[in-house]
């Protein structure tokens, strides 16, 4: 079993900046790929941003070039530095990991709004 806290949410201005950490605890897994995902009101959950162990990473189009992901396997925590935020990123954003057999673990979420 893995349990995944997340933190780091809040109101954030448009173009300004929020980073969002999700740390991993529990015991004998391996986390192959961190990812975060995010629900806004009335909509489909969607994928931000993923990356691998390897350091490999993937972004939605809507966030490139503002948001960027990265993960300390030492810590087990994967970062979500999102800049140039607008009020279209309001939304709740969950972190996900995958682990052996392919098995996903999600946190509950960290509600994120844009607003002036």
């Known amino acids: 079993q893995v349990q995944l806290v997340e933190s780091g949410g809040g109101l954030g201005q448009p173009g300004g900046s929020l980073r969002l950490s999700c740390a991993a605890s529990g015991s004998r897994f391996t986390i192959y790929v961190m990812a975060w995902y995010r629900q806004a009101p009335g909509k489909q959950r969607e994928l931000v941003a993923s990356?691998?162990?390897?350091?490999?990473?993937n972004y939605a189009d809507s966030v490139k070039g503002r948001f960027t992901i990265s993960r300390d396997n030492d810590k087990n925590t994967v970062y979500l530095q999102m800049n140039s935020l607008k009020p279209e990123d309001t939304a709740a954003y969950y972190c996900?990991?995958?682990?052996?057999?392919?098995?996903?673990?999600w946190g509950k979420g960290t509600l994120v709004t844009v607003s002036s």
């Open positions: 990356i691998s162990s390897g350091g490999n990473t």
């Open positions: 996900n990991v995958v682990v052996q057999f392919g098995i996903r673990y």
